[in-house]
T-cell receptor
Framework: GAGVSQSPSNKVTEKGKDVELRCDPISGHTALYWYRQSLGQGLEFLIY????????KSGLPSDRFSAERTGGSVSTLTIQRTQQEDSAVYLC?????????????FGPGTRLTVT | EDKVVQSPLSLVVHEGDTVTLNCSYEVTNFRSLLWYKQEKKAPTFLFMLTSSGIEKKSGRLSSILDKKELSSILNITATQTGDSAIYLC??????????FGQGTELSVKP
């Protein structure tokens, strides 16, 4: 299990409920990224962590979205009061450092469906 | 606003054909451009390009960056059904943010 892992792989929730998505990056990778991919669309940047701090939160679509990372490893993305437009695949990626000379390695994603 | 645009959005070819996928970018303080292949969920890394005019090659796939034209192409020769996927282009800006294009969906028919 050397790759990026995400859980759950699928989540169905009712509108208005809170959900928590988890990402476990590659061991030793200090940079962690969250993206959202809606059906037929490219990847939309949400937030980036360097260690435990988030230098760039510019992609979070609303204040219902938040993310944290503890211990420089696992990250959770929380969506409060989910709406139908939140339905998408949420992808996490990690890279050795948060600079532009490294590729990002992606996890399998969490498919979120809000009914 | 930074953006990456890919064309075509979808493409259907037959096995053995050669395809060229296009990517253009408008990114603040451009640093590098990456190509990914997405078959089911997780995009898998193909190439990273930082220097203009230097071709990167991996088997039947190759890619090149043109910084003057702010663009890149991904070529696939002798296509196979296993090449069917969404191909994503992305560009890093100076802040380390990776901006993705909308992807090109390639379908290779037997």
């Amino acid at each position: 299990g050397a790759g990026v892992s995400q859980s759950p792989s699928n989540k169905v929730t009712e509108k208005g409920k809170d959900v928590e998505l988890r990402c476990d990056p590659i061991s030793g990778h200090t940079a962690l990224y969250w993206y959202r991919q809606s059906l037929g669309q490219g990847l939309e940047f949400l937030i980036y962590f360097q260690g435990n701090s988030a230098p760039d939160k510019s992609g979070l679509p609303s204040d219902r979205f938040s993310a944290e990372r503890t211990g420089g490893s696992v990250s959770t993305l929380t969506i409060q009061r989910t709406q139908q437009e939140d339905s998408a695949v949420y992808l996490c990626a990690s890279s050795p450092r948060g600079v532009e000379t490294y590729e990002q390695y992606f996890g399998p994603g969490t498919r979120l469906t809000v009914t | 606003e930074d953006k990456v645009v890919q064309s075509p959005l979808s493409l259907v070819v037959h096995e053995g054909d050669t395809v060229t996928l296009n990517c253009s970018y408008e990114v603040t303080n451009f640093r590098s451009l990456l190509w990914y292949k997405q078959e089911k969920k997780a995009p898998t890394f193909l190439f990273m390009l930082t220097s203009s005019g230097i071709e990167k090659k991996s088997g039947r796939l190759s890619s090149i960056l043109d910084k003057k034209e702010l663009s890149s192409i991904l070529n696939i020769t002798a296509t196979q059904t296993g090449d069917s996927a969404i191909y994503l282009c992305a560009a890093y800006n100076q802040g380390g943010k990776l901006i993705f294009g909308q992807g090109t969906e390639l379908s290779v028919k037997p």
